[in-house]
């Protein structure tokens, strides 16, 4: 297991210190530290209609208090709950499976998770879910009726801490607190039933404060509910379309806990259907009924935790699909390392130890295919340093900047350390229509004339904004162009383009307000 944690701290410190470009989420979380006090962090709605825990926010406020508000002193935050999570997920392994092999697989998965290790670097929340559901199972599994005090009073401040640093701790304490109650009922521990029912209205009293503070901004976050309205759980299923919706949310957990690289984006995959994710899906299925009789507290509340995250799905209080269902990935690789353990169990399967040299093999290899690439080529997915630090090479005076809105908010956190926050900047707003988003925008640097050159900058969906750039370049041929990972920069002179020469602004009518009447 010391390997597998070795290996896993190793992949998220290449990824780390690669310090890639904020992509558009991390940039519209990251700006409000570039424009708010502490005080305006905690208690008023994020801009950009982001969410985020207070904790994790408060944290992060004062790292950069400290350090500067750097992209790497944001992720610092990522980063330790990346560590953290392998060195909990040994702990937890120890506690739940009783072969070295099982416990390997186990941290194994988490250490090459593709997505894990992306995650240990991104300025969002998620890596912190992560960290929660693997320290909470561990807390739980280590739990000792008999010895309520020392352990309920761990498991107490970790969970009101864990509501405040990860939104959905709140189903993993459901699950643990439902499942320890109930143990306590059965084994007539009155003591420690008192102390778990006292322990869940803490853990109630924590995250009614939080909601108080933060989450009721999410009510009125028309757009978050909107934009995940796909993700929600029909429940109950009754059509066959809703059971293939459950079906491919457990196909997509799957992968995502497995083969995905990068952004957890929301679309559907082809690959979620293909043979490998289908055999992947079965496994750890198989392995989660397994692990029923080899640790049933965990596979118990393993349970709960899902059917607790449907019942907020279900009522549209939480999305089931995407990088919000990162925290369920520790259940998929507990399910593969509870296989290994079962197949190791099995005195009547023959070579039973090569049969799980095999399934463990085979497990860890997926991810450690897609996690090679880390190795070789970090992600970066939309590279603003990169188009910034060639526009700052290039640029003469009375250059100006054109740029979508989607990616604005990474041009404005950058700006600052490559001076070019002095530059005249014309922001567009992107539209279906993108001979239009071009013409419009030609058209208002024709009429306003706010600079003499224009940078061109597309770092988000830049493929899918190649209709746009082509319509520029056929008002204007680009003087230069670069060209990065998911970013582009273009140098254009509309200004000397025959459209402009020969461009109009339209003249604005005035209507002259009414004569006053004549005095008598």
């Known amino acids: 297991m010391a390997l597998a944690v070795g290996i896993g701290w190793l992949l ?17 979380l990251a700006v409000n530290f570039l424009e708010r006090d502490l005080g305006q962090l905690l208690l008023e709605p994020l801009s950009n209609g982001q969410v985020a825990p207070l904790g994790f926010l408060a944290l992060t406020k004062l790292l950069t208090a400290l350090l500067g ?15 953290l999570t392998l060195l909990a997920a040994a702990a937890l392994a120890r506690r739940t499976l009783s072969h070295g092999a099982a416990q390997a697989t186990f941290v194994g998965l988490l250490a090459l998770s593709p997505v894990l290790v992306y995650y240990s670097s991104e300025f969002k929340q998620y890596q912190n879910d ?36 990860s939104h959905p701790s709140l189903f993993v304490l459901a699950g643990v607190g439902l499942v320890l109650w109930s143990e306590a009922i059965r084994q007539r521990q009155r003591a420690a039933w008192l102390a778990l029912t006292g322990m869940g209205l803490l853990w109630l009293l924590a995250f009614a404060l939080h909601h108080t503070l933060v989450m009721n901004t999410l009510a009125g976050n028309r757009h978050l509910l909107d934009f995940w309205k796909f993700a929600y759980a029909p429940l109950p299923p009754v059509s066959p379309g ?75 209080l939480y999305p089931l699909r995407s990088r919000p269902t990162l925290f369920l990935v520790p259940l ?60 700052s090479g290039q640029m003469q005076a009375g250059d100006g900047v054109v740029i ?19 530059m005249p900047v014309v922001v567009f707003r992107p539209t279906p229509n993108q001979h239009h988003d071009a013409i419009a925008t030609v058209r208002r640097l024709c009429g306003e004339q706010p600079m003499r050159r224009s940078w061109v900058i ?9 209709s746009f750039l ?31 020469r020969t461009y109009t602004p339209p003249t604005r009518t005035t209507v002259a307000p009414p004569s006053a009447p004549p005095r008598q």
């Open 12 to 28: 998220r410190g290449r990824q780390y210190l690669f310090n890639r470009s904020l992509w558009l989420d991390e940039a519209y």
């Open 69 to 83: 508000v750097q992209d790497w002193t944001l992720r610092l935050q990522p980063l330790a709950a990346g560590v």
């Open 130 to 165: 992560v960290l929660a559901t693997v320290g909470l199972l561990w807390l739980a599994a280590r739990f000792d009726l008999q010895r309520w005090p020392r352990d309920g009073l761990i498991l107490a401040v970790a969970g009101a801490f864990a509501i405040w640093w």
């Open 242 to 316: 809703d059971w293939r919706w459950y079906l491919d949310s457990a196909l997509a957990l799957v992968y995502l806990a497995m083969r995905h690289v990068g952004v957890a984006h929301h679309g559907m995959l082809a690959s979620w259907f293909d043979g490998l994710n289908m055999g992947l899906l079965a496994l750890s299925a198989a392995g989660s009924v397994a692990l029923a009789w080899r640790a049933p507290r965990i596979a118990a509340i393993g349970l709960a935790v899902l059917l607790a995250t449907l019942v907020a799905s279900a009522l549209h």
């Open 332 to 391: 998929v690789h507990l399910g593969l390392a509870a296989t290994v353990q079962a197949v190791l169990d099995g005195k009547k399967l023959p070579a039973r130890q090569l049969l799980a040299m095999t399934v463990t093999g085979f497990v860890l290899l997926v991810p450690a295919a897609a996690s090679w690439k880390v190795v070789r080529k970090p992600h970066n997915d939309q590279d603003m340093k990169g188009a910034l630090l060639h526009i």
């Open 404 to 422: 979508d809105s989607m990616s604005h908010k990474a041009f404005n956190f950058y700006s600052r350390t490559h001076d070019l926050s002095a």
């Open 458 to 466: 597309v770092t988000h969906r830049l493929q899918a904004r190649a």
């Open 470 to 500: 082509e319509h520029m370049a056929s008002v204007a041929q680009p003087l230069q162009r670069w060209s990065g990972q998911g970013a582009a920069a273009l140098l254009h002179d509309f200004g000397e383009s025959d459209y402009c």
